[in-house]
């Protein structure tokens, strides 16, 4: 791995290093390595930049009155009010992707305040509104002509494991019984009841600003 | 207004102008205006591009088995399956856009084809399913913080017109009976069935790749 980090100085907070870095030990080190990925996959992205714009983690969310999930007729999952999120996995996301997507869906204020009358107050936590998780591969259809291609989606199984640890980041960030999910890759009929409507989309790139 | 256009040459098809050009006989001229606007909202995206993208009209489009609005607790518009789509109208939108969005929305193959077994094969004429058109203006919410910013958004005189004119292009390509819409401006619930889910984002800046 060491190849790959050539522009972490071996010289780090004053210390010499001789042998490998424990890398988990310096998590300013991790982000380094984060920036660098980051980094090339924009270069990718300049590259072909006329052609097609690469991007980061997607997330479609809509202000719901209520949502449920059903999967071959049975209800697997369902919500009172709160935000139905429908989350797409880019190929080349990363830990940080996650939770810039965490981060943002929790605390985006799209509820107003009562008391003072301002529209876009409140957040789905301060409102102790439920979360509903989807994911959807579908957000990264790009069109050749009419079809829609997948190819910059992340590969199934990967996203499997990705898409539990961004549900378990939700439950850890706000709680276990408010976040519920579908089921990964079945055959979902999604209900939900937009409320305003308010559509809201959402992409890890932006993080960087 | 022919100060804007001294990038269009006096001399058309041959012939010399001695009085101000009738532009609106000159369909190819229309698109130059166009692609000289389209070419300065460019430049503007250029100049900050790192602190924020300026884009076009912006659609996400749900495959739905059903969905309908409801105002007031009264049912203003109902369809069976085919597609909900929503649209949020930048400032600077023209004309192009709302074909561009149109044409690309009729004919996105998202459905599967039971005959040949393609997944992605038949488009929502094709399956002579209907389309509920709402418009979405917090498509173009920017977070600033936490609080969505919607500057960017056609202002709501501008966007109510344009927006009437974007469900006449899908009716008069598609049909008058087939293609529904919502109440401009109105509080409204939005309720749908997603079928899949399968979920679309769509983009008519990326129209000129």
């Given at each position: 791995m060491s190849s790959n980090l050539g522009f972490i100085p071996f010289q780090y907070q004053g210390l010499h290093f001789h042998k490998p870095l424990q890398l988990h030990k310096f998590p300013r080190i991790h982000s380094a390595i984060d920036r660098h990925k980051r980094h090339k996959r924009r270069n990718r992205v300049g590259l072909g930049r006329r052609k097609f714009l690469i991007k980061s983690m997607k997330a479609v969310i809509q202000r719901v009155a209520?949502?449920?999930?059903?999967?071959?007729?049975?209800?697997?999952s369902a919500i009172?009010?709160?935000l139905l999120v429908l989350v797409g996995l880019h190929e080349s996301d990363l830990e940080s992707d996650a939770e810039y997507i965490c981060r943002k869906v929790l605390n985006m204020r799209l509820y107003p305040n009562e008391k003072s009358g301002k529209t876009w107050d409140q957040n789905v936590m301060q409102r102790n509104y439920e979360v509903l998780l989807v994911s959807q591969f579908t957000l990264y259809g790009v069109l050749k002509g009419n079809k829609p291609d997948f190819h910059v989606a992340m590969p199934p199984e990967?996203?499997?494991?990705?898409?539990?640890?961004l549900v378990e980041k939700f439950r850890k960030a706000y709680n276990m019984d408010a976040v519920k999910d579908g089921v990964f890759g079945a055959m979902m009929k999604v209900n939900l009841v937009n409320d305003g409507p308010v559509t809201m989309q959402l992409d890890s790139a932006q993080s960087s600003r």
């Open positions: 209520s949502a449920s999930v059903e999967v071959e007729g049975r209800t697997v009172g009010p709160g990967k996203a499997k494991l990705f898409y539990a640890s």
